[in-house]
């Protein structure tokens, strides 16, 4: 959590949201502690599947906060009102977590280790694997909410979980960095259609490297 003292045009839209510095904290802390108790769980449930089958179905974690600037911008996208209550209860991403997974098959492992947690709630589940977005983006999103135990009550916070590949996330890395960081007025004509069929290209490579993963386990 960053204790730096924002600067005046932070500072104002702050102000838009938090009535003072320590609301923004609060906030912040709240959703750093849901994010935190999520990637505990993981790694236990990592560490049991290292133990049990001497493997691990997760590659890396990944995890953010969204700045104040963003949430205000979803906010006034969405026509709802600039308040911290219209945020935890209508922002499913607020805080965000990105598992990162070797193959396939251990995307919706860690889906349902996560979801036979009864204390955790599922909000809503979009499977961009099995019907992948208009641009070629696949990964699983649950967004789910997860009970933080503070030293005076138990807040059930909303957060974002995504679950994808390494493969997964090669593309969609790559495409988010040479895509969204572009001036999208200059890119080249047919640049969205090459990105869509290199995901293709990718997503046949997942399924053949998820399809020799399980050729050398039946063989042993």
């Known amino acids: 959590m960053s204790s730096l003292v924002p600067s005046?045009?932070?500072a104002n839209t702050m102000s838009r949201l938090f009535s003072s510095y320590q609301e923004f904290l609060q906030l912040q802390h709240l959703y750093n502690a849901a994010i935190k108790e999520v990637k505990m769980r993981l790694e236990v449930l990592n560490d049991e599947f290292r133990v049990t089958y001497e493997r691990s179905p997760i590659h890396h974690i990944e995890s953010r906060l969204k700045t104040t600037e963003s949430i205000v911008e979803k906010l006034e996208r969405k026509g709802l009102p600039i308040t911290i209550a219209a945020a935890k209860e209508r922002l499913n991403d607020i805080g965000?977590?990105?598992i990162v997974c070797n193959y396939i098959d251990d995307v919706y492992a860690v889906e349902k280790m996560l979801l036979r947690q009864s204390d955790i709630e599922l909000v809503k589940r979009q499977d961009y694997i099995a019907q992948p977005n208009y641009n070629g983006y696949r990964s699983l999103h649950l967004d789910m909410r997860v009970p933080?135990?503070?030293?005076a009550r138990t807040e059930s916070v909303l957060v974002e979980i995504q679950i994808r590949s390494v493969a997964m996330d090669f593309w969609a890395s790559l495409e988010h960095?040479?895509?969204?960081?572009?001036?999208?007025?200059?890119?080249?004509e047919g640049i969205n259609e090459?990105?869509?069929q290199c995901a293709d290209?990718?997503?046949?490579?997942d399924r053949k490297m998820q399809d020799m993963y399980d050729r050398i386990q039946a063989a042993k």
């Open 8 to 10: 005046p045009a932070q």
């Open 96 to 98: 965000g977590i990105r």
């Open 148 to 151: 933080v135990n503070l030293s």
């Open 177 to 188: 960095d040479l895509r969204y960081k572009a001036d999208k007025t200059t890119l080249p």
């Open 194 to 196: 090459e990105m869509l």
């Open 201 to 205: 290209e990718i997503a046949v490579i």
